[in-house]
């Protein structure tokens, strides 16, 4: 079924579109929750309530592209669920290397602003992003959206695990010097 | 939330494009500019055929438009012209629990092998996402399955028009790791079982023989004696990238057509293999970079493979780039 017939359904209250979502696009809600906390079940269950997200943010939201709309609620959803189970004793998927690696060029957290600075961040986040060659953009994302391993990422690209962890150093340099200059860092 | 937590939330926000990109973009982009230059290399071949229904697209072209765009670089024209000598058109199926695999088409030089697969599913299945071929065994022509340690493989998947691609790359020496195993005697490849997402979809086998012309290029050795240079050591502190260099000494360097050799001592051990980064320079100035793809290891000693990024003929190049400036001339 075509992405936006599945919208369509959402936006009818079709239960159907839950049906079809998942059987479009549970597995690659699933990678990405497994990605991020490396235990089958309780990536099941996000998965599980992305559907519900999904159900409760249509009609409202019409999403263009629907993988990255649920992948998002899924991704959202599993990191919730790592800081509420596994953030105190650094366990579980990508996520503690992943947070590791990003600590040299991540703002400072708190302050009365937070949220307001927080939408300048995604916007300089953003920006910055749109602005990377391919290659890197691809690796990046692929590490730090959708939180996938080194190796898997070197599997993926057909690159070796030292090539992809290098590109991901200089992005991340990249990125830092960018947030330094926008006035986060 | 800790800092790095906060800056992790803000990529949540990246523009879906951005982020859909990513899943499919590289292969995408690859594909789209593959597409443009194989409907380009297929219109001029059409033309200089005079044909007049459609073109056909060899694996000599495949092959020279997938290097080029993994590289990034036009090829030379010697890069070209070993391709075409090397490329074979296979064209051979095997179909197993609904699913069916073709070997498309297949490079070789005396040393490794790239073979592109089609992957078609059974009738109304469309797998979205990571559909794998597992299990690859290679058999010598003597029936000897070639040991992990003489194996160094890269995979590269990519999914276009419904069916799922894959570019598998490996090092096929014989059983005693001396003598070139691909001299026109053929190849047994496996494959046991198709995943996709991790869950075994069918069972094989699909097995292939594939008759490949070794390419006609022996391995060049650079060096006639030991080799002072360095290593290089890549550390990440405080946001800033730290390289350091320690003693190495190359006891070995073989340039082949598809992939570098070394053998090397190194004074740091940790180091090993992801601390020799190399990079071929051709005598036009174009560099090919290599990535590590593996080899055995024993105290302080290294035999690594570097797969090259696309072909060279050896008689192109003009040195070998290691850390710290030092450089490998080709012997003349």
């Known amino acids: 079924m075509r992405d936006s017939d599945i919208v369509d359904l959402y936006w009818a209250r079709d239960e159907r579109a839950v049906a079809e979502t998942e059987a479009k696009y549970g597995r690659y809600c699933l990678a990405i929750a497994g990605n991020i906390l490396a235990d089958r079940e309780d990536a099941r269950e996000c998965v599980n309530d992305t559907w519900m997200g999904a159900w409760n943010a249509m009609p409202d939201a019409r999403p263009n592209i629907l993988s990255a709309f649920l992948g998002k609620i899924t991704r959202h959803l599993a990191l919730d669920r790592w800081r509420a189970k596994y953030a105190a004793k650094r366990g579980g998927g990508e996520t503690p290397l992943v947070l590791d690696e990003l600590m040299d060029c991540a703002p400072a957290a708190g302050g009365p602003e937070e949220e307001l600075a927080m939408r300048e961040l995604t916007g300089a986040v953003n920006d910055f992003v749109r602005a990377l060659p391919a290659v890197e953009m691809g690796v990046f994302l692929r590490r730090y959206w959708y939180m996938e391993s080194v190796k898997d990422i070197a599997q993926r690209l057909g690159f070796s695990r030292s090539k992809v962890k290098s590109i991901l150093a200089r992005t991340r340099k990249k990125l830092r010097a960018h947030l330094e200059k926008e006035g986060f860092i | 939330m800790m800092a790095g937590e906060k800056l992790l939330e803000a990529f949540a926000y990246v523009d879906p494009e951005l982020v859909q990109d990513a899943r499919t973009g590289a292969e995408r982009r690859n594909n789209t500019g593959r597409r443009a230059l194989m409907i380009a290399l297929a219109a001029a071949l059409v033309l200089a055929l005079g044909a007049t229904a459609y073109g056909y697209l060899s694996g000599a072209d495949w092959f020279k438009t997938w290097f080029s765009n993994r590289d990034r670089e036009p090829l030379t024209q010697g890069q070209e012209a070993y391709i075409e000598g090397a490329a074979v058109d296979v064209g051979q199926s095997v179909t197993a629990g609904g699913w069916t695999v073709t070997v498309e088409t297949a490079l070789a030089d ?41 194996r160094t493989e890269s995979i590269t998947y990519y999914q276009e028009a419904g069916a799922w691609y894959c570019v598998w790359s490996q090092s096929v020496e014989s059983v005693s790791g001396e003598t070139a195993y691909l001299d026109g005697r053929p190849l047994t490849l496996t494959f046991d079982s198709i995943t996709v997402d991790g869950e075994t979809v069918a069972e094989g086998p699909w097995r292939f023989t ?70 071929v320079v051709l005598k036009d100035g174009t560099v090919v970079p290599t990535g590590f793809s593996g080899g055995s290891f024993g105290s302080h000693m290294a035999d690594c493979r570097y797969q090259l990024e696309a072909p060279v003929l050896p008689e192109e190049i003009a040195y070998i780039q290691l850390p710290a400036g030092y450089t490998v001339p080709m012997p003349e």
Not at chain 2, 124 to 139: H, R, S, W
Not at chain 2, 229 to 241: A, Q, T, W
Request: aromatic content about 8%.
């Open chain 2, 110 to 150: 005396q040393y490794d092998i790239y073979v592109k697969t089609r992957i078609d599913p059974p009738a109304g299945v469309t797998p979205e996402d990571n559909c794998k071929l597992e299990g690859a065994v290679v058999l010598d022509a003597d029936g000897q399955k070639i040991p992990f340690s003489q």
């Open chain 2, 210 to 279: 594939l008759d490949l012309p070794a390419g006609g290029t022996q391995a060049v050795e650079l060096l006639d004696e030991p080799f002072p240079c360095k290593g290089r050591s890549i550390s990440y502190e405080d946001g800033e990238i730290t390289e350091s260099y320690y003693d190495v000494t190359l006891l070995s360097l073989e340039v082949r057509p598809l992939r570098l050799r070394v053998q090397y001592r190194s004074e740091k051990e940790q180091e090993l293999g992801d601390g020799l980064p190399l990079s």
